[in-house]
């Protein structure tokens, strides 16, 4: 099977080309600011990045012959897990969205160039709406303000599923906490095939993180919000983009912050601390969920490759489990495996209504 993966950003497209469960190549587009400046909103990019990824393909003298494409998914409404075709509705949502994002550029992508291509599929999966909370999860202190689930649901789902293959069990009958650690942090609660419990990290809930604030003090940001000083776009900003070691430390450079904290900058280590302190306390009151039955603790995501956060994260909550960790986020053998599952029939193929 012949699968074609594109991952739009904001500022590059990662496409990659796979024979089964084989990566024959895989390449990141960027783009410069000035280029994307021209356009008003990210579904204006369209045209151009199609060329791109055309212009790639042809270069590498590979035909359009693929059984699948399959395009990270964007800003859609809350559906479950799974791998979906993209039909018009999908795309109807994506280019009404009121969130602009480079990920709903994805299914518009797939479905573009898989309808010249006989019998090829167009799909998307797992996008960060997945939406799987039970029903009290959703609950707040103000019913106008429902919990929402919006997270890293690609890398979680392929983590823990790797991690199910691993151990000879189906992901169904696994009791999991997976916590992605990246720009953002999500702590994921995976209970029987489901995630029942997240924060919503596109927004900045949950643990503070690189560029998101985390859950603040809710009568003082009130009182910021209120102050006269900031508009409503820099408050957005302070919550996600400029918030946690940032606001902190004006970088988001985890390499960069843990060799300032050898060389003996105080500072940088209490708010490093600070932060896997935050995490550990997102997956402790996660193993609440799960009445303290938790079969292991999965840590992924870009941070999971730095020693000094893993140590000492692991320090805090391995009383609760057993703690894996898989370093990195690999979206484009995430994406492309979904669509080879679907092609083996080993996924179902779902619709998006």
């Not at 494409?69 to 897990?81: C, E, Q």
């Not at 799987?132 to 890293?152: C, K, T, V, W, Y």
């Not at 776009?233 to 970088?251: F, R």
Request: with cysteine; hydrophobic share 45%.
């Amino acid at each position: 099977m012949k699968i074609l993966v594109i991952n739009p950003g904001s500022t590059s497209t990662k496409i990659a080309v796979y024979r089964d469960h084989t990566p024959l190549f895989v390449c990141s587009i960027r783009h410069e600011a000035e280029q994307l400046a021209v356009y008003t909103q990210i579904t204006d990019q369209f045209d151009f990045r199609k060329a791109l990824i055309l212009q790639e393909l042809q270069a590498r003298n590979i035909p359009l012959d693929f059984h699948a494409i399959i395009g990270r998914g964007g800003l859609l409404k809350p559906i479950p897990s799974g791998v979906y075709v993209v039909n018009e509705r999908m795309k109807h949502d994506v280019l009404t969205s009121e969130r602009q994002h480079a990920s709903n550029l994805g299914c518009l992508l797939a479905s573009d160039m898989a309808s010249s291509i006989p019998g090829c599929l167009a799909l998307i999966a797992d996008p960060v709406v997945v939406d799987e909370l039970q029903d009290i999860a959703r609950i707040s202190g103000l019913p106008q303000l429902p919990r929402l689930s919006i997270f890293h649901a690609l890398n979680q789902k392929a983590i823990a599923r790797q991690y199910a293959r691993e151990q000879g069990v189906p992901y169904e009958e696994l009791r999991l906490i997976v916590c992605h650690l990246g720009g953002g942090i999500s702590t994921g609660v995976h209970l029987n095939g489901r995630i029942v419990d997240v924060n919503n990290a596109l927004d900045g809930e949950g643990p503070f993180a690189p560029e998101r604030s985390g859950t603040l003090p809710a009568g003082q940001l009130v009182d910021l919000c209120y102050s006269g000083r900031y508009s409503k776009k820099e408050i957005e900003k302070m919550l996600a983009g400029q918030g946690g070691l940032y606001a902190h430390l004006n970088s988001t450079s985890i390499p960069d912050l843990i060799h300032s904290m050898e060389m003996g900058d105080q500072k940088v280590r209490l708010i490093l601390e600070a932060m896997i302190y935050n995490v550990a306390k997102s997956i402790g009151a996660a193993a609440t969920v799960l009445c303290g039955q938790v079969d292991a603790i999965l840590l992924t995501g870009g941070m999971a490759y730095a020693s000094f956060i893993v140590v000492n994260l692991r320090e805090r909550v391995e009383f609760l489990a057993p703690v894996k960790v898989y370093p990195g986020e690999d979206e484009m053998n995430a994406l492309a495996m979904n669509a080879l599952a679907v092609l083996t029939g080993e996924l179902p193929l779902k619709v998006y209504e």
